[in-house]
DNA sequence: CGTCCCTTTGAGATAGGTCAAATTCCGTGG
DNA sequence: CCACGGAATTTGACCTATCTCAAAGGGACG
């Protein structure tokens, strides 16, 4: 916050690509061999000195942290093809645990800089992932301090549907992995509410539900109307405004 | 957030350190000449394609973006000696606004990659100060999560203090450069929410206001304790509980 | 001395939290 | 294939922190 630099950030490359194999970090883990999780079972734990790095193949992971009272706070969620403890110093600042049975491939930091020393390009793509993660750190915030229930609600499950489906519309099927607890610990509420928003997109047609974990879009306008005011872009992501017209204000 | 690679961060480097001149990212600067800017004027703008990095070396800033329905969102404040602006590609995601006069040394990206290429240091701290921006965003966004309203202002002042004031002792003086909207805005309160706190703190004699930008603490654990659990630590930040500890949960 | 802007205070409205209970889901065993 | 039990989800009733709207200080500056 208040902190040194805190701002001025890029956007991401316009269109975020980041399928399990192909793009940038991934990459370099692709040889390594692959660890199997339990539901359940931590991946990595928040305060323990931090020694590698991880992609995630298959399931999903939420990275989260615990308060002194007892508050847990869930940072994200990640999925399939996802790079996570990317800080190469000091101590994992959350924990990473599985949510479904997942597998992992582990890099060491040391291999990891090895790398980077033969070609800066990997370097420069620890670099590029840290902003992204700040960027849409920066999303996170903005979702907490503008954002109603409802509105963080549905921008999260347009979110978690865009990262799964990549193309969205109506009559797309969500899947949501984690439970009602963690999306509410994620969004800042409580799980009543969280319920209570999503019946309210039920109720009104929205969405459909089979099972609490699987619901169908209905109506995507109406959906993307509900994220409120930062709306969840199609495919094709535009700037918005241009840079001018805002100056007037 | 669900997006890839959310977490698992490391903690800073133990002791903080960022005077203007002396330490990491601000050295790069110290050649360049100073421009000036008034308060109010914008140091650069939302959207507008990122040229330069800047240094803060007198003054201070707000990092703020203004969302579609007119609603304000401060990312952070920027004191004298901190860095911003690091992002070297696309586009600015926040403007910097000077709250108060100030004065900044600019650096084209051009300029800072030629010089990450002789010496990788100077690379590597501008990734340092990636990964410090992102630690800061994360108990940001803690603070949005868990805390309420009287715990924000009373974290956000005692933040500022130390930023400021390096060691926090009763009879400190705090001068808190911006305004109560920006606060506000900040901690995703209103300002008559940040005047009311700001009110209960003088009440119950925590700490004392001399006009409505400066003001002394009175009872500095008191303050503590009103932070909320994510303690505000002293100078001297310990990770708190080991890792082992935590694991019982 | 008045104006404008920022801050503070007051009174009432409301979104979301809390506590408690009903319901559904889903794995396990008969 | 069906019944059972614990966990997760959903719903309800009520309560409180924070927002909203409105108005009253306070300072700086012309």
Known sequence: MYTSSQ????????????????????????HRPAESFAAGRVVCWEGDPSRDAFQLVEGSV????????????????????????LSYMERYIFSAEAITDCRVRRLSYARLTALSDNSSADY????????????????????????????????????????????LRNGSEIRLAMPRTDIADHLGLTVETVCR?????????????????????????????????????????????????????
Do not use: W
């Open 197 to 249: 928003s999503i019946t309210r997109l039920k109720r009104d047609g929205v969405l459909a539900l089979n099972g609490p974990a699987r619901m169908t879009i209905k109506d995507i306008d109406a959906m993307r109307r509900r994220c409120g005011d930062e709306t969840v872009h199609g495919a094709d992501d535009h700037p918005g405004l241009p840079a001018a017209a805002r100056r007037a204000g």
């Open 7 to 30: 701002e001025c950030l890029r956007e991401p490359p316009s269109a975020p690509k980041r399928d399990a194999s192909t793009s940038s970090p991934g990459a370099v883990f692709t």
């Open 62 to 85: 939420r990275f989260c942290r615990v308060q002194i009272d007892g508050h847990r706070m869930i940072a994200g969620f990640g999925f399939a093809g996802d790079v996570f403890g």
């Open 124 to 167: 420069a793509q620890i670099t590029e992932q840290l902003r992204q993660q700040l960027h849409e750190m920066q999303n996170q915030l903005l979702l907490m301090l503008h954002k109603s229930a409802d509105e963080r609600v549905a921008y999260f499950i347009m979110r978690v549907g865009q990262r799964l489906n990549r193309e």
